[in-house]
Structure formats: C-alpha cells, structure tokens
C-alpha cells in the first residue's frame, strides 16, 4: 500500500473530527471532545496526551475515592470512537463522490463536484483522489493508533482492547442488556464495509420506528 507523500491532512482530519464531537454524540463523548479541544496544544495527539497526564494526576493528587472528574482511562475508549467516526467521514466522502458524479451526469458536467469538495473542506483536507483514500485513511489511523498504544500500556493494569479501524458492538439476543462484540475491523476495506453497514442498519431501525409511530397515530 502506497503511503502519503507528505501526510499533513491526518492532523487537520482528526481536528475536524474532535469538533464534531464538541457537539454531536453522547454525553461523556461531547464533554471529553470538549475538555481535549480546550486543551493548548498544536496537534490533536498532543491535546489527548496532554489531558491525559492531567487528568492522571489530578485524580492522584484529590485522591481515588474524591477524585469526581473525568477518568483518564476513558479517553482510550474515546480514541476508538473517534477512529470509527474518521471512517465514517470516508463512508460520507463516497456519499458525497457519487452525488457528485450523478449530479454533473445529469447536467452535462455541471457543477456536482462542489458538494465533495465543500464536504472535504468542512473536513479541512485537500479533495483527494479516490485512489488515496485508503493511504489518508491508513495514515490517520496509524497517527491514533501511535497515542492509543502507549496508553494501553500505561494502564496495564485494566484490560483495553487495541485500536481498531472500525469497532462496534451490538446487544446480546437473549439478553439485550449484555453487548457483545460485533465489528472488529484490521485495514481500509473492512473498515468501510463495516461504517456502511452499521449506518445501513441506522437507518432501516430509524424507517422502522417512524412507520410504526405513524402506524400508531393512524
């Protein structure tokens, strides 16, 4: 696989990522998205790794049983779920490529390509070539997975999976309340075929739940 000659969009990705986060997602999502984004550093690993030494020692020095604040060790869990919406964002490159594609198809080389390119700048990254997706994708991944390692060993004393290109879990059948692993992906394709999927399922439970809501009001 061919690498990036020079990857300096990885950084400017994950920084549009986290500010997603600032404003979308769960909870502990948003306030940790938060919390890395007020942090003063230049690169988006530097801002995880420095909240993290923080929020460390703030627990050491209030001591375990006072400390109320963010747990340092949620924030390998956090690099995971952002990992997973980096993929996403390709999911909705593709999106976004073939509206383009249909769009200047339909009016005979028109304008279409703005809807990508607009989408690759509200990611702050150059609109690539299809062809290099998989090296961007590869090189952020790998940028996540540097910090996400040495975290992992710094808390060698609780179990934490590695980082994934993709990673979710679903509910158990018998036992909705157990979740269980579902998608653990290695690599760009798998980890494509997984996000699109997983928003497949998204969508078709969202279908599903307003037929019945009108079904139920009829």
């Known amino acids: 696989m061919a690498k990036l000659a020079k990857v300096t969009q990885t950084d400017a990705l994950i920084d549009a990522v986290l500010t997603d986060m600032t404003n979308y997602g769960k909870d502990w999502e948003v306030a940790l998205a938060g919390a890395i984004q007020r942090v003063d ?30 747990k340092p060790e949620s924030i390998p869990s956090f690099i995971q779920k952002l990992q997973n919406k980096v993929t996403g964002k390709f999911v ?8 383009s594609i249909d769009w200047d198809s339909k009016t005979a080389g028109g304008t279409g390509t703005d809807a990508f390119a607009e989408y690759c700048d509200r990611l702050s990254i150059s609109p690539i070539s299809r062809t290099n997706w998989d090296a961007l994708h590869t090189a952020t991944y790998e940028k996540l997975e540097e910090l996400h390692s040495v975290l992992r060993r710094k808390q060698s004393y609780m179990p934490t999976e590695p980082l994934f290109t993709y990673s979710s879990d679903k509910p158990d059948e018998q036992d909705p309340s157990i979740w269980l692993p579902h998608h653990r992906t290695e690599g760009y394709d798998d980890a494509i075929a997984a996000a699109t999927l997983v928003r497949e399922e998204a969508e078709a439970r969202n279908d599903e739940n307003m037929l019945s809501d009108i079904l139920l009001a009829a």
Request: charged fraction near 25%; proline fraction near 3%; aromatic fraction near 8%.
């Open 41 to 70: 550093h230049s690169t988006p690993n530097g801002r995880m790794g420095t909240l993290y030494v923080r929020l460390y020692n703030d627990r050491k020095a209030a001591g375990k049983d006072n400390y109320t604040g963010i």
């Open 92 to 99: 909705t490159m593709s999106e976004k490529l073939g509206d």
